[in-house]
């Protein structure tokens, strides 16, 4: 979607710290992390939010729902993270194409 930041991201037109990346979903880390680990993962598909989320869909989600455990051990999370997905303006989303937080501390090396 042509004034989509997250597509830009997805297209490469903006720079992120992108941490995984594979043919239908893309993960960076966010412009104003709110924990240690804050990373957004996104579907290179552009919809807009869950609420938008079609039966086409349903394969690609579940594919990122895998996804995130894998991405959060790889950031030493394996202890536990935080996800999130806000939905509409009433959920406090602000960016307009779904995308899934991925939040938390990673725990100290024993
Ligand atoms: P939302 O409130 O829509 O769920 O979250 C949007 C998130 O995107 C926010 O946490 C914000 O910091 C992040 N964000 C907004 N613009 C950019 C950007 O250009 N680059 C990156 N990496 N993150 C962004
Ligand atoms: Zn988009």
Redesign the pocket.
């Known amino acids: 979607m042509a004034d989509c930041?997250f597509c830009k991201?997805a297209d490469g037109t903006?720079p992120?710290?992108v941490v995984y990346e594979d043919s239908e979903m893309l993960c960076?880390?966010?412009?104003?992390p709110?924990a240690p680990v804050?990373l957004?993962l996104i579907p290179k598909t552009h919809f807009d939010s869950l609420a938008h989320a079609a039966p086409e869909h349903e394969a690609l989600l579940g594919r990122m729902m895998l996804k995130v455990p894998q991405i959060a051990a790889e950031h030493g999370l394996a202890n536990g993270f935080k996800t999130?997905i806000?939905t509409g303006k009433g959920g406090?989303?602000?960016?307009f194409h779904l995308?899934v937080?991925i939040l938390g501390t990673p725990s100290k090396a024993v």
Do not use: P
Request: glycine share 4%.
């Open positions: 930041i991201i903006i992120a710290d960076f880390k966010d412009i104003r709110a804050h957004l999130q806000n406090g989303q602000e960016v995308h937080h």
